[in-house]
Antibody, heavy 120, light 106 residues
Framework: EVQLVESGGGLVQPGRSLKLSCVAS????????MTWIRQAPGKGLEWVAS????????YYPDSVKGRFTISRDNAKSTLYLQMNSLRSEDTATYYC?????????????WGQGVMVTVSS | DTVLTQSPALAVSPGERVTISCRAS??????MHWYQQKPGQQPKLLIY???NLESGVPARFSGSGSGTDFTLTIDPVEADDTATYYC?????????FGSGTKLEIK
């Protein structure tokens, strides 16, 4: 059974940093691209960052580029999201997702999510 | 960015057929996908590449469309289908989601 378990969320002040982790199990982690997606309270879904299966390439939208860094440790089957210079608009539930193995970016498994609150 | 427009909400009775629409601001070919998010849960993939049913998803769900206009159909609707439904495109960068359609079962 595929499982994605996020951790590392919490309350953080604006301008500070936070690092999220996602431990994967039930599949061969190093065969899959992975992605972080977030959802602000009561709002829709927003793509945050993606990483190839080897970790050799990463992708970000403009809203987080230069502040967030996605990385992975295939030996530990763990995905990370380093978030720096946090803003109130980064407040959201962050989901770790697996990208399905087809020719485009579709998310076939999602973790339960971890809440990040940016507030003074 | 490609904007995906969805109707905010729909209300239907069990047993009825419901169509949820998603209109893209520019062509996304058939690279459109649909997710279901029940209250308090993470999203779940229903349909990928416009019309392909994800494994384990009931055949009551189907998808269609290409270019800019897409539809998710549930027939017949069941009480358990109460959820918000999101479309997502992966043709243009950055990938984007619709704002969601909240489906209420009367």
């Amino acid at each position: 059974e595929v499982q994605l378990v996020e951790s590392g969320g919490g309350l953080v002040q604006p301008g500070r940093s936070l690092k999220l982790s996602c431990v994967a199990s039930g599949f061969t982690f190093n065969n899959y691209w992975m992605t972080w997606i977030r959802q602000a309270p009561g709002k829709g879904l927003e793509w945050v960052a993606s990483i190839t299966n080897t970790g050799g390439s990463t992708y970000y939208p403009d809203s987080v580029k230069g502040r967030f860094t996605i990385s992975r440790d295939n030996a530990k089957s763990t995905l990370y999201l380093q978030m720096n210079s946090l803003r109130s608009e980064d407040t959201a539930t962050y989901y770790c997702t697996r990208v399905t193995i087809i020719t485009t970016v579709v998310f076939d498994y999602w973790g339960q999510g971890v809440m990040v609150t940016v507030s003074s | 960015d490609t904007v995906l427009t969805q109707s905010p909400a729909l209300a239907v009775s069990p047993g009825e057929r419901v169509t949820i629409s998603c209109r893209a601001s520019e062509s996304v070919s058939t690279l459109m996908h649909w997710y279901q998010q029940k209250p308090g849960q993470q999203p779940k993939l229903l349909i990928y590449l416009a019309s392909n049913l994800e494994s384990g998803v009931p055949a009551r769900f189907s998808g269609s469309g290409s270019g800019t206009d897409f539809t998710l159909t549930i027939d017949p609707v069941e009480a358990d289908d109460t959820a918000t439904y999101y479309c997502q495109q992966s043709w243009n960068d950055p990938l984007t989601f619709g704002s969601g359609t909240k489906l209420e079962i009367k």
